[in-house]
């Protein structure tokens, strides 16, 4: 194990040795040139790489939503036409979800924090670390590119034998993106499953992990085995599509369906990607604003797996309409009932840890009573969905779209924007303002379900998903939804706003300034570009507040 | 655990076996597909492709003399496959257990 560091460190060294002069001891400080951003091996700096990366494409999805609630505040599709909707909402659908909701939270907190937490110097591969960024930029190009070459009218689940044979988008441009970005979820999930394997620092055993750790572990799993399913399915498309091959076109001899089996089975465990790393970041946030150790830790940590295997076993669940065997739709509909066990495991427990704790409405605590807010929703309204007899009523219609965007969007903006809040000291060396912060997230959490409840409504109703016309008598509720996207929109702009302040004039931040455990908190804010001085020992379980408190109160009174 | 551990030295001869096993199993597999045995025309193909499969992953990949993390990596990624194609088979293999009037 020791030769894991020794290795990492010196092939740091061998990189800093080319510039001269620079400043190790502050990784923003060790360098301002281009080049030493963009051929960066350091684990924190590709983390920013990431953030400006999802940022910015969450600008891009964020403004064609935009434009889909403004379109539909009329009944009558007067703002675009139909065939415009169809890209519109597609193009959102892909960017949100390819580009940002997959990668958000492992790209940009798992990079910067996996090797922090566990006591290494950094990831078990940085170069491949670089290269997901580079293949996740060159992908969300080319899907950007698509959008300009014309768009496409698929939907982001590029069902077939539509995909394959009527649309007349750029299917094929966009599915590239789609497989480019594939390799970087690989990559990323290969990095997080080695690092967390072999570069533990001593006495970092699998039990004294901090639960962020165990679930990106979880996700990088279902990265390694999932993406690649869903990047073969994407090239049948394009096969089938190209050269006329018959895989899913029922005239040329294929069957639809395996294109929704194959497909699936990717991307019911990608909305697991999109929100373990979340409950892991939930994880410690509960611990440090209640100053407490977390409740169940085991059953946390295990119920992350959990979520990673089951998610596995219910893809068929968006297939049960769709003329898939009944027989199998029972299957899948009981198999999605246990998803509820471990995720109610973490809600309960996160719960249980705030009873007699010490709590404090920190910004990211008020995230994380968010995210427990549009979880439970979200999750719950998904064993609605999850019966039979319930889906034939619900299937496609706005009470899918309003449960998915709880379960997935909700609870991982939640979650994003709390390791934001929480994280930016350490990963900035400044403080945001406080008050800013707290008036931002209770806007977000307001504006999100004023956005997204009236769609329940709508979807129970009979509203129908991807229609840009509708009756009158539902335009009351598309109105508040409209209303809802607007509150949501300034609430986002607003944490733009005040943390790009606080780079420049924010107060400078303490190492630990929220008194939490874990070893990124015992390294400078910023850290330094190694991590560590030496690599620390680890001799307790974690979230250990009696030490914690006995340090702060001895670095007062010094 | 230990990485200094230098790898494995396979005898030239166990190379050399496995080689021969892998040409009679295709010799069998081309044989087979001369003879109709109906039902089970595949299983048998899908048999002798898997245990020539296993005796590349286990002996030419080394697998087999590997620590325990490389064996569990070989291990989840067939449970995944077995997974991928049976859900997809619990479909297929039922659809037409009933005829519905949409059907």
Redesign the interface.
């Known amino acids: ?1 020791s ?2 560091h020794v290795e990492t460190s010196a092939s740091i060294v061998s990189v800093s040795r080319h510039e001269h002069d620079i400043d190790t001891s502050n990784y923003l400080k060790a360098g301002y040139t281009l080049k030493s951003w963009l051929l960066t091996v350091d684990h924190k700096r590709i983390a920013l790489l990431y953030l400006f990366g999802v940022t910015f494409f969450f600008i891009i999805g964020g403004i064609l939503a935009f434009l889909i609630r403004l379109e539909l505040v009329t009944p009558k599709g007067d703002l675009v036409s139909s065939d415009t909707y169809n890209r519109l909402f597609t193009q959102h659908g892909i960017i949100m979800i390819f580009l940002f909701l997959v990668p958000a939270i492992p790209g940009v907190f798992g990079n910067f924090l996996i090797p922090l937490m566990i006591g290494a110097r950094d990831l078990a591969f940085p170069r491949i670390n670089l290269a997901s960024w580079y293949m996740y930029m060159a992908g969300a190009l080319l899907t950007v590119v698509s959008m300009a070459m014309g768009g496409v009218d698929t939907g982001w689940t590029f069902y077939t034998p539509y995909s394959t044979t009527f649309s007349n988008g750029a299917v094929v441009t966009a599915g590239l993106g789609i497989f480019i970005i594939g390799f970087s979820s690989v990559f990323t999930g290969l990095n997080f499953a080695v690092t967390i ?1 072999k570069m533990r620092a001593p006495g970092m055993t699998w039990f004294r992990l901090p639960l962020f750790v165990w679930a990106h572990y979880a996700t990088s ?1 279902i990265m390694l ?1 999932g993406t690649p ?1 869903l990047a073969i399915t994407i090239l049948l498309v394009a096969v089938e599509r190209i050269w006329k091959v018959g895989l899913f076109d029922p005239s040329l001899g294929g069957d639809p ?2 294109f929704q ?2 497909f699936w ?1 990717y991307s019911h465990p990608a909305v697991y990607i999109m929100i373990l790393p979340a409950m892991g970041v939930m994880s410690e946030l509960f611990s440090t604003f209640s100053k407490k150790p977390v409740f169940g830790y085991e059953f946390i940590a295990m119920s992350s797996l959990a979520i990673a295997i089951v998610g ?2 219910v ?2 669940h968006h297939m049960l309409v769709s ?6 739709g029972l ?2 509909s009981a198999l999605s009932f246990l998803v509820a066990i471990p995720s109610a495991v973490k809600v309960f427990n996160w719960t249980a840890t705030l009873y007699k704790g010490s709590i404090s409405f920190s910004t990211p605590m008020i995230y994380a009573f968010g995210f427990i807010g549009l979880f439970a929703i979200g999750g719950l309204t998904g064993l609605f969905l999850a019966c039979l007899g319930m889906d034939y009523h619900v299937h496609d219609t706005y009470f899918v779209v309003a449960h998915f965007h709880y379960v997935m969007v909700g609870a991982t903006i939640m979650g994003f924007l709390g390791a934001l809040h929480y994280w930016w000291p350490k990963m900035t060396g400044k403080m945001y303002p406080e008050g800013w912060g707290q008036l931002a997230a209770i806007v977000i959490f307001l504006g999100f379900n004023f956005t997204f409840f009236p769609q329940f409504l709508l979807g129970y109703l009979g509203m129908p998903r991807h229609y840009h016309e509708y009756v009158p008598e539902f335009q009351i509720l598309h109105i508040l939804s409209s209303a809802g996207a607007m509150i949501l929109g300034i609430g986002y702009l607003m944490p733009f706003t005040y943390l790009a302040y606080s780079v420049f004039y924010g107060k400078k931040a303490p190492a630990n300034p929220w008194g939490a455990t874990g070893l990124e908190w015992r390294t400078p804010s910023p850290p330094p570009v190694h991590n560590f001085d030496s690599i620390p020992t680890v001799d307790s379980k974690p979230y250990d507040y009696r030490t914690i408190r006995e340090e702060l109160s001895h670095v007062a009174r010094a | ?1 230990n ?2 551990m230098p790898d494995h030295v396979v005898p030239l001869r166990v190379y050399l076996l496995v080689f021969i096993a892998l040409i009679i199993l295709t010799a069998i597999t081309v044989q087979v597909a001369y003879i109709d045995l109906g039902l089970l025309n595949t299983p048998i193909a899908i048999i002798i492709a898997s245990i020539k499969a296993s005796l590349v992953v286990l002996y030419f990949m080394h697998v087999r003399y590997s620590e325990k ?1 490389i064996l569990l990596v070989v291990f ?2 067939i449970f ?1 496959l077995i ?2 194609f049976g ?2 088979l ?9 005829m ?1 009037p949409i ?1």
């Open positions: 194990m030769t894991d394997h799993l085995l399913v369906i395996l089996h194959l089975f596995f076993f893809w068929g003329g898939q065997s009944e027989f199998a299957i899948f | 655990m990485h200094v993390l989840v990624s995944t997974l991928l859900f997809a619990s479909d297929y293999l039922t659809r037409y257990w009933i519905l059907r």
